[in-house]
């Protein structure tokens, strides 16, 4: 049994045949702690299982197993790979924010409550990029005038989810409703510049992805 | 806070006294800090209502109409003519749904419900509303209970140019008052059902309703009416007997407290009662058909009851029963021709049970507790009526030497008996459609009635916002006092009745003349229908006359349009032809909507309305000459005359 990190030989010590790859991803995990990697997923033999899949991770173990090789990736990685999906998770943040807003000013409560789930999560994905930005594109933004727009972009959002949160537990639903449709579309619009202005400073931002990994 | 627009809302709002009368009550409380006006983005304004320390917003801060025309587009599909809208807020959807509707449109289509009386005046404050408080179109309900709301939505309403109705929510209002709004809904939903039903009962027993009141137009007259009753029995316990089939369980308790209770009895009881030798105070009856006047075979000379009777009633009732009689209304048919010339008759509530008739007279006479024995509103034991009634009677009619009484009245529920009720005791019971909605009716009235309401049937359907008790409990808990019931309705009864006769008869032959006025224009526009059908121009469309057509057109058009001018006569002429009316309007619907309508289909269509003018005329003026005829033979000792300015 092999087992390899990106394709590269392994040695850890006190993993048997009999571990799970759950515990061999815990273990990998914590010596790739000060490294900034990130596990993404597992290659086992012709098999292909997402760090997200923790059942099947849970359930099968190494010695089913002829070669194994781990996936990573640094957080400059998951940010050129965020960067490269924005386009499509701006217009369904627009879409969803739109459809929500409508339910709510229609008395939908239940159906928009329901929508509403997913946009706060891709608000929650902006809210991160735009976090991490910092640290991964840390040298390119240095010298532009992308950092201060990034600031001033990741504050407004953060003002305005804590009114969408506000305006949630008020029931305030022509409040929330407004913010969607009139505050979160500015947002992905200036959401959208801001990413394309970075990609055109880190060329390989956002380029389709020769990913070997499917 | 600023009120840029309220003097001259205000002044438009006097078209409508009764929310004029609540805003200017709440017109004292407009300072409330916590109804906030600000303006939006795009300058209109919106408010914010802190509720519970929670703001609320009522419109877009950004754009408030805009917001509106989504709501209002999203709801508001083709073809609706109705509008119901459920919160008005600062009122940005209602001028967007009487662009949409066309003009000048259906009287009262458009409904306005607002629950807050602050809000409607932080809306009269902000904007110009004058243009909607002026438009026919729309009537208003604001600060009014949801029973009082449906109610006027109902009463409104020309069931006739119903077609459909929408609903625009202003979510906002409607999560603030949603149990406010659910019960308007209710109550739409049931009046619906039952004014649809009326207008169907209208359509086939109109004219019915309309020659038994003609017929007995001269008695009911001369009848004290039951309006003399109202607030004579403060605190007397009432019970009312229907006919339902537990009436057997408990009928013989009556008799131990007649001198202490009013007791009421419908028309289909009454011989139950009889039989076994109880008698009621009053017995109503209000029925047109005839077989429902079978209900009084047997029982005519019982001179201790009182007969309460509505002017349609089947005049054999009124011909037959000996005792004294006094007369009710249900406010329709001539009530309004009756009353102009005689003391009040006294309006009760009728939703198409006599039973609903008889718990409106106990309220009105004030009595309380108000009780119900024979209320099922059911089947029960695979009946439909207690023994006795005369549906037992039209049943064995059908009896056949291969059938029994019993199968047939099976066969009847099992047919009928499309309601299946799953009663709290976990018991099954059925009703059919009528009876369902009836048991909608006492169920939303008992909420709205202050007396203490009990439901002694002992079984039956009728649960929710009642008491219900078996009646031995009902006597021992309201024992009541000895009231000498009898002597008081004797008593008002025989009091002599403010009458008008001469004023009646002359009213009756102005609407002779008037009558004899339209057979001369029918036969004028008959004429001129023959003329413009048989011309070449038959062909063109109206647009397209020229000269002598073109002038014998206008003069038709004219005729159509005003023959009916007496609101009096056009009342009845749509009850006798509702039918016609009804497929007559949405026919002129069709030709006004096609430009390429020829004269020929105008006329047409013209000349059938004016056939059916014609048959109204031929089945009007022999009411109307018979109803003179028996007048004049009224004694003149008999009439005691009303001056002018008699209150009444």
């Known amino acids: ?214 | 806070m600023e009120m840029p627009f309220l003097k001259a809302n205000l002044k438009a709002l006097q078209r409508h006294p009764h929310v004029y009368a609540t805003v200017e009550r709440s017109l004292a409380a407009s300072l409330d800090a916590s109804y906030r006006l600000e303006p939006a983005k795009n300058g209109l304004p919106t408010l914010i209502v802190e509720v519970e320390g929670r703001p609320i917003t009522y419109h877009s801060r950004y754009d408030p109409a805009i917001e509106a025309r989504r709501i209002v587009d999203a709801a508001l599909q083709a073809g609706r003519t109705h509008v119901l809208v459920l919160g008005y807020g600062l009122g940005y959807s209602l001028e967007y749904i009487l662009e949409r509707l066309p003009v000048p449109g259906v009287s009262k289509q458009v409904h306005v419900i607002e629950p807050d009386p602050q809000v409607f005046v932080r809306a009269l404050s902000c904007r110009d509303l004058q243009a909607v408080l002026n438009d026919p179109r729309v009537e208003w309900s604001v600060g009014a209970s949801p029973d009082e709301a449906g109610e006027r939505w109902g009463a409104g309403l020309d069931w006739t140019a119903l077609e459909a109705l929408t609903l625009v929510e202003h979510a906002p209002s409607i999560m603030r008052f949603h149990a406010y709004f659910e019960r308007i809904k209710e109550k739409v939903r049931y009046l619906s059902s039952r004014s649809k039903g009326n207008l169907v009962t209208l359509m086939y027993t109109g004219n019915e309703f309309h020659t038994n009141a003609f017929a007995n137009l001269p008695d009911v007259l001369g009848m004290p009416g039951v309006g003399r009753l109202f607030d004579r029995f403060a605190g007397v316990p009432a019970v009312i007997v229907a006919a339902g089939p537990s009436l057997e369980k408990n009928v013989h308790l009556l008799a131990e407290v007649r001198d202490r209770y009013l007791i009421i009895s419908v028309d289909t009881s009454f011989r139950q009662l009889v039989a076994r030798g109880i008698r009621p105070h009053i017995v109503l009856a209000a029925d047109p058909s005839y077989l429902n006047s079978l209900d009084f075979v047997g029982v005519e000379h019982e001179t201790d009851v009182v007969l309460a009777v509505e002017p349609m009633t089947h005049p054999d009732i009124l011909t037959s029963f000996q005792g004294p009689k006094m007369a009710m209304t249900f406010g329709g048919g001539l009530h309004r021709l009756i009353d102009r010339f005689r003391e009040p008759t006294g309006t009760l509530l009728s939703w198409g049970s006599i039973s609903t008739t008889a718990f409106d007279l106990a309220r009105r006479c004030a009595c309380d507790p108000i009780v119900f024995v024979g209320l099922d509103l059911s089947f029960q034991d695979g009946r439909l009526y207690a023994r006795g009634s005369y549906s037992d009677d039209v049943f064995y009619d059908r009896v056949h030497p291969y059938t029994s009484l019993e199968h047939e009245t099976v066969e009847y529920i099992q047919t009928r008996g499309v309601h299946r009720i799953e009663m709290p005791d976990g018991t099954t019971r059925f009703t059919d459609e009528n009876m369902h909605i009836y048991r909608s009716w006492f169920e939303d009235q008992f909420r709205q009635t202050r007396q203490k309401v009990i439901n002694a049937t002992e079984g039956g359907v009728v649960t929710k916002h009642v008491t219900c008790l078996p009646f031995r409990e009902v006597m021992e808990t309201w024992p009541g006092s000895p009231v000498p019931v009898g002597g008081i309705l004797r008593e008002l009864a025989k009091a002599p009745v403010r009458q008008d006769v001469p004023g009646l008869l002359g009213h009756l032959r102005e609407l002779a003349a008037e009558l004899r006025r339209q057979q001369n224009e029918l036969r004028r526009a008959t004429a001129l229908c023959r003329k413009l059908g048989g011309q070449a121009t038959a062909g063109s469309t109206p647009a397209m006359l020229t000269g002598p057509a073109r002038a014998q057109y206008q003069e038709l058009l004219d005729i159509h349009d005003h023959l009916l001018d007496s609101d009096e006569l056009y009342a009845w002429y749509a009850t006798h032809q509702t039918r016609f009316v009804t497929r007559h309007a949405a026919e002129l619907k069709r030709l006004k909507a096609n430009d390429d309508a020829t004269v020929a289909a105008w006329v047409g269509e013209i000349a059938a309305f004016f056939a059916s003018a014609d048959r109204f005329h031929q089945y009007q003026i022999p009411l109307i000459s018979t109803a003179i005829e028996r007048l004049r033979g009224t004694r003149a000792a008999e009439v005691t005359t009303m001056t002018a300015g008699d209150p009444g």
């Not at chain 1, 394709?7 to 702690?33: F, M, R, W």
């Not at chain 1, 943040?93 to 409560?109: F, Q, T």
């Not at chain 1, 804590?162 to 500015?186: C, F, N």
């Open chain 1, 1 to 214: 049994m092999n087992i390899l990190l990106n394709g590269q030989a392994l040695s850890i010590e006190g993993v048997t045949p009999e571990v799970t790859l759950a515990e061999l991803v815990d273990t990998v995990t914590e010596e790739l702690k000060e490294s900034g990697a990130t596990i993404m997923e597992i290659a086992a033999d012709d098999i292909r299982i997402s760090i997200e899949q923790t059942d099947e991770l849970e359930t099968r173990r190494l010695v089913e197993f002829e070669t194994i090789d781990i996936l990573t990736a640094t957080a400059r990685d998951l940010l050129e790979m965020a960067l490269g999906e924005s386009e499509e998770i701006f217009g369904f943040i627009d879409e969803s924010a739109r459809n929500v807003a409508a339910d709510l000013r229609n008395g939908k409560v239940k159906e928009a409550m329901e929508r509403h789930l997913e946009t706060l999560d891709g608000l929650e994905w902006l809210s991160s990029i735009l976090k991490h930005l910092v640290v991964g594109f840390a040298a390119e933004m240095s010298e532009t005038s992308i950092e201060p727009r990034r600031k001033q972009l990741f504050d407004r959002l953060a003002a305005q989810m804590a009114e969408l949160q506000k305006a949630q537990e008020h029931t305030d639903w022509v409040g929330l409703a407004d913010v969607l449709e009139y505050e979160i579309p500015e947002i992905t619009a200036e959401g959208r510049t801001l990413f394309a202005d970075l990609r055109e400073l880190v060329p390989d931002a956002g380029e389709p992805e020769n990913d070997d990994r499917g």
